[in-house]
């Protein structure tokens, strides 16, 4: 069975500060690992992932992710937030085995402030 | 292109009645799956299709809820009779193929969602 923990339930930033969102996983097998954004009243958009290759991933917005195999982690971070980035972050993993069910973690709320 | 569509937006019913949602997928995406987010928590998988058959609904509660998408297009899910604890976003969402995944084509692409609250 695989899992995912978001330590931090919310995560309060000024603009313009460094941000990271933690992910844990568990799994047996080797996984593929996902970073999901929400914005308010918006569906799931996909932000980074991991699936083979460099462990470090970026996203066109700023954003990236290392993939920790040691540490089990993919610990999402941004050198600098805007307000716009202000958002429900949810991180997922899924592996061959799972057949593409994707297994969510708990959500992270990143809350940009001015 | 289009994205994946859902209705309704928003639902409030009384426990014991029943209540349908709908999705139309990305036109072409042969894989649709139904994702229950509780507040609070994460989405969880309830049943995920391919074409018109199902790949997996081990987490979806049979006893209440069913799922059907008979032409291998659009979808819908039912719940009969509602719960309180049936009060959550039902997430509709579709990728272009179940393939293993580096193939590039497996990527989930979500609807808005349909709120439903149970009172």
Redesign the interface.
């Known amino acids: 069975a695989q899992s995912?923990t978001?330590l931090d339930?919310q995560v309060p930033v000024f603009e313009e500060a460094p941000v990271e969102l933690r992910c844990n996983y568990s799994s047996s097998v080797s996984v593929?690992l996902f970073w999901?954004v929400q914005y308010p009243?918006?569906?799931?958009?996909?932000l980074l992932?991991y699936?083979?290759g460099s462990t470090l991933v970026e996203s066109i917005n700023g954003f990236e992710a290392e993939f920790n195999k040691s540490q089990t982690s993919f610990h999402l971070r941004k050198p600098s937030v805007h307000i716009s980035d202000t958002a429900e972050y949810?991180c997922?993993v899924?592996s061959?085995n799972a057949?593409?069910?994707?297994?969510?973690?708990?959500?992270t709320r990143l809350m940009v402030k001015p | 292109e289009a994205g994946v569509a859902q209705s309704p937006r928003y639902k409030i019913i009384e426990k014991r009645q029943s209540v349908a949602f709908w999705c139309n997928p990305i036109s072409g995406h042969a894989t649709l799956y139904w994702y229950q987010q509780i507040l609070g928590q994460g989405p969880k998988l309830l049943i995920q299709f391919q074409n018109n058959g199902v790949v997996d609904d081990s987490q979806l509660p049979k006893d209440r809820f069913s799922a059907e998408r008979l032409k291998g297009v659009d979808s819908t899910l039912k719940i009969q009779p509602a719960k309180l604890e049936d009060s959550a976003v039902y997430l509709c969402a579709s990728s272009l193929d179940l393939g293993p995944w580096g193939v590039g084509n497996t990527e989930a692409f979500f609807g808005q969602g349909t709120r439903l609250t149970v009172v």
């Open positions: 995912v978001q339930s593929y999901y009243n918006q569906g799931l958009q996909l992932k699936l083979s949810f997922a899924t061959r057949g593409n069910m994707l297994t969510f973690g708990g959500g």
